[in-house]
């Protein structure tokens, strides 16, 4: 099969479900670590637009963001010794007590396996200091580490800690890191990847909008992070928050494929021990989990194409990042599809076919 058929094919599928309403806007990249290999826009920025998709498109990452930016963060303070993974939350939390929570560490947060549920029982509160409170008060579901939940709060925490630790909000600590790695790993001045978007590039935003149970309830937002929990707290989170352009998802896949490959120009925190460790899968029973990164199933969102090494994550919004070293692989796709599109279930199917698609490629 020469590479062109799975670009076909991909190209293909990702026409019918706009067609289908699945999506209105999608942009796909696919690359080695050398460089795009193929990257092409789909739609228009919503379904009652003319506005037309272009790779300079940015997109709410969603839950992207906890690998990207969280996890690169949390490798940041292990490179500079300045964290263990096996630091109990309790020693960074004082709310964070009792003899059932006492197990719990910085790893067990990594690797959503705290004990913690998915989201908070009520509606989420509105400073910092309370959601701190509320996670840290929260009952667990399970002892750490006999299960694997995924848990947005795992890394709202994280989060937190990150910004204590590292005496700077996230946006700056992770536009920090960016600007060293692009020194060493060329960007294109048209990649986009923060966890601002500025006034004058709202204009290429693809819309999303929000969910009943979120205080802005079906609001059109164009610019402003989608997951209410996020949005509660500035828009800069642990656990979402992050915009960016396939080229700028694609530009850090590529570092992170290379430094799973061994190179050694990648600075840190994406060194290749570090990127490593960051996706090892864990040993907690029955997890696909590493660290903020999610590991190869073949019923997962990669599909059943790719090899055992890969590693990725997806995003509620409709986005997800794939990265195979075996077959020197990234794989971006990023859509809008809390904006008037398809169902999750659909969004599933969709990811499963695109990825074992070009995984030929």
Known sequence: MSE???????????QEAVS????PAA????GSRDGVIWREAFGTLTFDTAAATTDATIFDLASVTKPIATTSLVLQLMAA??????????AIFPEWSGPDRAAATILDLLEHSSGLPARLIDAPPTTRREFEHDICALPLEYAPRTRSIYSDLDFILLGFFVEDRGGATLARQFD????????VVPRDEADFLSYRVPLASRGRVAPTVAMPEDVRRGQRLVGDVHD????????????SGLFATSGGVGWFARAVLRASLDDRIIPPPLTPPLVHRATHKSTVPNSSRALGWDTMLPTSSCGTEMSPAAFGHVGYTGTSIWIDPVLDR??????????????SEQMQIV??????VLAKT
């Open 4 to 14: 062109r058929q799975p670009i076909e094919a991909a190209r293909a599928l990702l």
């Open 330 to 343: 990234y794989f971006v796709l990023l859509t809008n599809r809390v904006c008037g599109g398809g169902t």
């Open 228 to 239: 209410n929990y996020a949005a509660a707290l500035g828009g800069v989170a642990g656990h």
């Open 176 to 183: 920090a890191i960016l600007e060293r790695l692009a020194t």
């Open 27 to 30: 942009v796909a990249e696919v």
């Open 351 to 356: 990811r499963r076919t695109f990825h074992n």
């Open 81 to 90: 010794h300045a964290i263990s993974l096996e630091t109990p939350v309790a």
């Open 20 to 23: 289908n309403r699945i999506f």
